[in-house]
């Protein structure tokens, strides 16, 4: 792997990774979007590295900061886990049903009302 494929790697997770840590978010909306620009990456290719990369515990250490401050609700948070797990699997096999610009399209226009809810919402 070229040196600079490995460098723009280490910025996409870093920045994934700081963005997760700060506000919630990384994957999807960090690591797809970089993937498919910076790499030339296909959407399904994106969103499989994207997934495949949460595969090991990443944040881990993220959220136990905010659990030692904040303790979370772990009975939430493997409730959320387990349909986490059928959700991702159903979620996949219709992505990979579908022609990946339809579903560009699709990850776009959530991406889009997502923000707008968050910019002008409640």
């Known amino acids: 792997m070229p040196v600079a494929t490995v460098l723009l790697l280490l910025l996409i997770g870093l920045a994934a990774g700081l963005l997760s840590g700060f506000v919630g978010i990384g994957g999807g909306i960090v690591m797809v979007p970089a993937l498919v620009w910076l790499l030339g990456y296909e959407q399904h290719q994106a969103q499989g590295t994207s997934l495949a ?70």
């Open 53 to 122: 990369v949460l595969v090991l515990p990443v944040v881990f250490l993220a959220a136990w900061n905010y659990h030692k401050v904040h303790p979370l609700d772990l009975k939430a948070v493997a409730i959320i886990a387990g349909a986490f797990v059928l959700g991702g699997f159903m979620g996949s096999k219709v992505a990979l049903a579908l022609p990946a610009d339809i579903v560009k399209k699709v990850f776009g226009v959530f991406m889009i009302v997502a923000a707008l809810k968050l910019i002008f919402g409640k």
